[in-house]
């Protein structure tokens, strides 16, 4: 039962073609009923990466609040590895509040507050996936001289962030993504799309990147 939930339509997948494979970083659902049985998400992210010969997987939206981000790394870069250089690195500022109160996860005051928290943890995660040793004291993180070996087994292992925060989150895709998990109507997101553009402008990033 448990490599039926796992994996046989994972395999498929890669078989039949598609490009990536995502999960979901919950530890409650968020569809139905939330104590329904689900699995947590970088662990099930090593099993795909064993079972699966070719097709990139990631979570498409991984929840800052829940782990700090050296250990998000150290996490992602496994799965780079057992998956031959298929990994990608889903960010978002986290929206359940329910799965954090059970589990005595810090949801912060606001959302405004957990975005800066992504943008303070995908800056650190940008500079160890490209090897370098990262000091840091900010108002959410701290390290001292952090380095990880092994590297990526990808020269650039990408960053995904999720949302649609004009203000905040684009931003930080302008800073740090190299791919934009968004959602709309074709109208919003060729606006948001333009919002983003500017906040590339704004940070020196060339858009097609």
């Given at each position: 039962e448990i490599k039926k939930r796992l994996g046989i339509s994972r395999v498929r997948a890669d078989t039949l073609?598609?490009?990536s494979l995502w999960a979901w970083d919950h530890l409650y659902a968020i569809f139905g009923d939330p104590y329904q049985p689900i699995f947590e998400a970088y662990t099930t992210l090593a099993a795909w990466a064993a079972m699966t010969e070719r097709i990139k997987i990631g979570l498409m939206v991984g929840a800052i609040t829940m782990r700090n981000p050296g250990l998000v790394a150290k996490s992602v870069v496994t799965v780079d590895h057992i998956s031959n250089g298929r990994a990608m690195c889903g960010l978002g500022g986290a929206w359940f509040e329910l799965e954090h109160t059970a589990h005595g996860i810090d949801f912060g005051s606001s959302v405004g507050q957990r975005l800066d928290w992504m943008d303070e943890a995908a800056g650190i995660l940008r500079a160890i996936f490209d090897g370098e040793t990262v000091t840091h004291d900010g108002p959410r993180y701290h390290t001292e001289a952090l380095v990880h070996h092994p590297r990526p087994v990808q020269a650039h292992l990408p960053i995904v962030i999720g949302g649609e925060g004009e203000r905040k989150t684009?931003?930080?895709v302008a800073k740090y993504a190299d791919i934009w998990n968004g959602g709309?109507?074709?109208?919003?997101?060729a606006h948001k799309g333009d919002v983003l553009r500017r906040h590339c402008d704004d940070v020196?990033?060339?858009?097609a990147t």
């Open positions: 073609g598609y490009d684009l931003r930080s709309g109507t074709v109208e919003l997101l020196g990033r060339d858009p």
